[in-house]
């Protein structure tokens, strides 16, 4: 017979209590524990029933491997943030902010799949067939092989997924679908981790590869249990802003390929479209002879980005100066500035500073550095740098600069988008063959870089 326990568990990161707190322990979040109730079906001889089937352990040498088969759409951009396609029996979680895209990228998707022939079951909890419909005739969608089906109970979505036999399933969005034998409402932490739990068992036994679209908390992070993250095998954002056009799918996490990988999209009437160089993108309504603006080349994955660094140092009226960064961490912008008072003698103690990345790009690794501290003293200085110099570097504490991975990659991109000059650390030169157009200047300390970028500093 099974026994129904009562538990409570936080709607934010899944701690489970005995009792109602006001405060959940894990999180620190006010008012999230709701109460559940749970079944705990017991078997014959009272023993909880796990697993019906057991398997031994094997040496790690008898085991046979081979490399993931893959499905590739014509999604270039898409094909790359997963690896280089589609992999059978995978299960891809897809999070974003309402109204971001995720929805139309799916579907585009599920076109592409269908067209060559591949079987798609398209799950929509939020919206009915004729929503769908329309969405898919704004899109230019038409072929048979992709199925659309409204429901949320999890029971009848895997008897239509038996009936409809699919290679590919979507379900938009996890947070609508429930399981029957759960008591709680739909989006609590237990349904969505059953249902998860479901979906990852179809997925894995049928070989079919699943897409689950999450909502997102505002904080920007997964609705739901952290677990969510944890169980699929790859965690995609879609990423941009609503003043933008363009869109970022990123890579948190992926089982089959590298994470930190990223797609770029443009957001038009017909849908999405790839941007297959986004540094052209990103520059192309840069203000050429302006202070304050340099160029960096960063990684984002395996491909490199140029991307404008905005600066605007103005004096401030207040005891306490603001400081404001965009795109880039706040905590770095500070430790730089930091470096420019005490080793160059810039006093920027009475100055307030507004540092973005044009273009909505988030950057957080340390090969900005030298960008962002050029920037802020072409503000600071109001002299402006050459439009063709591009600056590359990690600033350390001391003042050095410092070497960075991929320095070739990031200079070919450079020298490819008609820049003349790149600022590198000077450990980086060696073992490898400049560009023809362009002159690589190797720097040991920001004294050194600022002496060749400024004329009368």
Known sequence: MAKKKSKFMCSSCGYEAAKWMGRCPGCGEWNTMNEEVEVITKGPRGAFQHSTTATKATPIIHVEVQEET????????????????????????????????KSTLLLQVS???????????????????????????RLGVHTPELYIYSETNLEFLNQ???????????????????????????GSV????????ELMRIAKTKNIAIFLVGH????????????????????????????????????????FGSTNEIAIFE???????????????????????????????SMEGTRPILVEIQSLITPTSFNYPKRMATGVDQNRVQLLMAVLEKRMGMMLQAQDAYIKVAGGVKLDEPAIDLAVLTSIVSSFKDQT?????????????????????RIEQRVQEAAKLGFKRAFIPASNIGGWEFP???????????SDALRESFQNL
């Open 216 to 255: 997102v908390t505002k904080e920007g992070q997964i609705a739901g249990p952290r677990i969510l993250e944890h169980m699929v095998d790859t965690v995609l954002y879609f990423e941009g802003e609503r003043h933008h056009n363009h869109r970022i799918l990123r890579s948190q996490k992926n089982r």
């Open 70 to 101: 893959r499905i590739a759409t014509e999604m270039s951009e898409f094909n790359r943030v997963l690896g280089g396609g589609i992999v059978p029996g995978s299960l891809v979680l897809i999070g974003g902010d309402p109204g971001i895209g």
């Open 160 to 186: 239509t997924i038996d009936e409809v036999q699919p290679k590919f399933v979507i379900v938009d969005s996890i947070q609508t679908v429930h399981h029957p034998e759960v008591t709680s409402a739909p």
């Open 111 to 137: 076109a592409l799949l269908s067209n060559q022939g591949k079987r798609v079951l398209y799950i929509s909890g939020e919206e009915s067939v004729r929503q769908t419909k329309l969405r898919a005739e």
């Open 385 to 405: 740098v050459r439009p063709t110099d591009c600056f590359i570097g990690e600033v350390g504490l001391t003042g050095e600069v410092r070497r960075v991975s």
């Open 436 to 446: 023809a157009d362009i002159q690589v200047v190797g720097v040991e300390t920001i």
């Open 190 to 197: 237990s349904q969505v981790r059953e249902c998860t739990a």
């Open 267 to 297: 957001m038009l009437h017909g849908g999405l479209k790839e941007v297959l160089n986004p540094s052209e993108l990103f520059l192309q309504e840069r203000s050429q002879g302006a202070p304050g603006s340099t160029i960096v080349a």
